[in-house]
């Protein structure tokens, strides 16, 4: 499963940041691009750190909406639920995405020691 891998990069990333420290919390960004369920995500997390120094850290996903920006009319505009990578502006296809394929981890919550 595609997320699975996604919740071993993540645990690798805060792993490094962490160094050590025990995490409550971890906010993630996800592009509306990404194609990642973040119930799924939420899910898969909870069975990876499951047993591991992130036990019990929660996952919050913060989804980014997806947007490109048009060549033709140079319009930027919000993708829909569907994501085609159409201008809604003069349905022109020559775009480029703006945002919407992020993934980062944005920041991270530490216990007070
Ligand atoms: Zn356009």
């Known amino acids: 499963m595609h997320e699975l891998s ?15 420290r025990r995490v409550t919390k971890i906010h993630v960004q996800i592009g509306q691009l990404r194609q990642i ?13 499951a047993e591991t120094q992130f036990d019990g850290a929660e996952l919050v996903v913060d989804r980014v909406p997806a947007r490109i920006r048009c060549r033709d009319c140079e319009e930027t505009t919000e993708v829909g639920d569907i994501p085609l990578l159409v201008c809604t ?25």
């Open 89 to 113: 502006a003069c349905n022109g296809i020559s775009v480029s995405v703006v945002s919407g394929e992020e993934f980062m981890v944005t920041s991270m919550d530490l216990a007070e020691v």
């Open 6 to 20: 996604i919740c071993g990069s993540i645990a690798d990333i805060v792993a490094r940041r962490a160094a050590g």
């Open 37 to 49: 369920v973040p119930d799924t995500l939420v899910y898969c997390w909870s069975m990876v750190s």
